[in-house]
């Protein structure tokens, strides 16, 4: 496998991969928003092809972490493949078993996802759901040849999977049908289509698939072991996202939608980055776990500019909530009413983009040095405040309230994550740089509601024209402010000195 050597240069080019990703993950909320608005067929097919990622994105995911620092040890590429092949097998063989007994209870997992649904909209949510639970296979497969692929130094997978899926469901919506079958079949298809591709790609990246089962496998046990309180992890994450969709479909009809495009609008700026750094940097630590003070240098120089670059990020988002998704969802059947609820939710939500952040390296940290259980603790705990807070606050704020409990439960699990680092002799202290990057930020925010003042006394006629224009202004002299902020109070010094202490490779 190739020397993990360029780092930097893995990033860049990983994040400008995701952004073309999201582009296209955007173009088919868009198209979704379009042609069905937030409508019960909407809440139907998001709420439905949701069963997936509930049931089975936690377990893909938390084998797919467990698997990069077992194969990070591996430097035959035969053996490899014969590992990579048992661990996809493996995989299968219980995911499979645990689909026919999902589709045994069909009608109470949906009863469960959503409270609220009855009548055709809950027929077609159990229609659509079938189609989901099958294609959990692809999904399983395609997280653990990305797996392999970034074991390899090829990031680019993401992209093209985001290219081939979002397209399918783009073509789907476009057809205007409402037809619950010809919906799940193509959501189906937008993961079978991605899989086989992938699946090619990584035969041309060296792998060599083998119908290999050995359940005895030494280190398909480890992988095991590692992936067990992942797992527990995102059970407890998916069961948090089951409450919030349930007590949220308890509301009017669309806010289940209006949500879901916000969070995803969110979560898509978070995974530029923080997406992009915890890829590849995942199978740089793994290979170097034994080196704690080279650990200790890229987790603390990661944190500091992580703080950096969404700090104004959080700042656009809140100050620019209802310019950005006025122009990206308001058109079609998607109202100004709905553009109200959303634009509320994603500056809520901005607020935890940080808690995220923070969360999806210092997660694969703790899975590194082998302190796994504190992970679990810190999601279950943060899954439990969440729940709380949930019903807390949906009766004061409603929508808002669920949005605000997400982000509080974020922010909670970030400090969690790094007290309990600081308990385990790691030094990753990045407080400094990220006080004088929200002392820069203040900065931004009287430039940016000076921007939407200023423009909107411009009383330009095109609605959409307004708010690019407040978006295009705003971002450029609010960073520039920054930036200049930043200069001045020699937060790249901070970082300068941090990279002093040891000589990266």
């Known amino acids: ?57 936690g377990v893909a995911g938390a084998i797919m972490v467990a698997y990069v620092p077992v194969g990070a040890k591996i430097n035959e590429q035969k053996q490899l493949s014969r590992y990579t092949s048992n661990v996809m097998n493996m995989g299968s063989i219980v995911i499979f078993a645990i689909i026919i007994i999902c589709m045994a209870f069909i009608k109470p997992l949906i009863s469960l996802l959503a409270v609220g649904y009855v009548g055709q909209t809950y027929t077609n949510t159990i229609i659509i759901g079938f189609f989901a639970l099958l294609s959990s296979l692809f999904l399983f497969g395609t997280h653990i040849l990305n797996g392999y692929l970034n074991l390899n130094q090829y990031f680019s997978t993401f992209a093209i999977q985001s290219i081939f899926s979002n397209s399918i469901m783009i073509i789907t919506f476009c057809t205007k049908t409402e037809n619950a079958y010809v919906m799940g079949l193509s959501f189906l298809l937008s993961l079978f289509v991605p899989f086989v591709v992938i699946f090619y790609v990584a035969r ?29 992890s995102q059970i407890a994450i998916q069961i948090n996202g089951v409450i919030d969709r349930s007590l949220a479909s308890s509301l009017d009809a669309g806010t289940v939608s209006a949500m879901k495009y916000a969070n995803l609008l969110c979560m898509s700026f978070n995974s530029v980055f923080s997406g992009a750094v915890g890829s590849v940097l995942y199978p740089r630590i793994s290979a170097e776990s034994d080196n704690k003070a080279r650990l200790e240098q890229d987790i603390k120089k990661t944190m500091m500019i992580m703080g950096i670059v969404i700090i104004p990020i959080i700042i656009l988002s809140v100050i620019l909530s209802k310019e950005i998704i006025s122009i990206i969802f308001e058109r079609g059947a998607f109202e100004k009413e709905m553009v109200a609820i959303t634009a509320a939710s994603f500056a809520i939500y901005a607020i935890g983009l940080l808690g995220n952040g923070c969360c999806e390296v210092l997660n694969r940290l703790f899975y590194v040095i082998g302190r796994v259980k504190n992970t679990v603790i810190c999601y279950c705990t ?17 929508y808002k309230g669920l949005a605000l409990a997400t982000s509080i439960s974020a922010v909670y699990m970030m400090l969690y994550l790094i007290v309990s680092l600081k308990r385990s002799m790691y030094d990753i202290d990045f407080g400094k740089v990220l006080l004088k990057a929200v002392f820069a930020g203040i900065f931004m925010i009287p430039i940016l509601i000076g921007t939407k003042l200023f ?51």
């Open 1 to 57: 496998m190739k020397k993990y050597n360029s780092i930097g240069k893995s990033i860049s080019i990983l994040m400008i991969l995701t952004i073309i990703a999201k582009i296209f993950g955007f173009l088919r909320e868009i198209t979704l928003s379009y042609v069905y608005g937030a409508s019960s067929i909407s809440d139907a097919f998001i709420t439905g092809s949701s069963l997936s990622e509930v049931l089975f994105a």
């Open 382 to 398: 943060g899954v439990l405040l969440n729940i709380c807070l949930n019903f807390v606050f949906i009766r004061m704020w409603g």
């Open 204 to 232: 041309n990246k060296g792998l060599k698939y083998q119908f290999v089962i050995n359940y005895k496998d030494e280190q398909l046990r480890k992988v095991l072991s590692l992936a067990a309180p992942m797992f527990a």
């Open 455 to 505: 423009v909107s006394n411009l009383s330009i006629s095109s609605g959409a024209l307004s708010n690019l224009t407040i978006i295009s202004c705003g971002t450029l002299l609010g960073t520039g402010m920054y930036v200049l902020i930043l200069h001045l109070v020699r937060v790249r010094k901070d970082i300068e000195i941090n990279n002093a202490g040891v000589n990266i490779r």
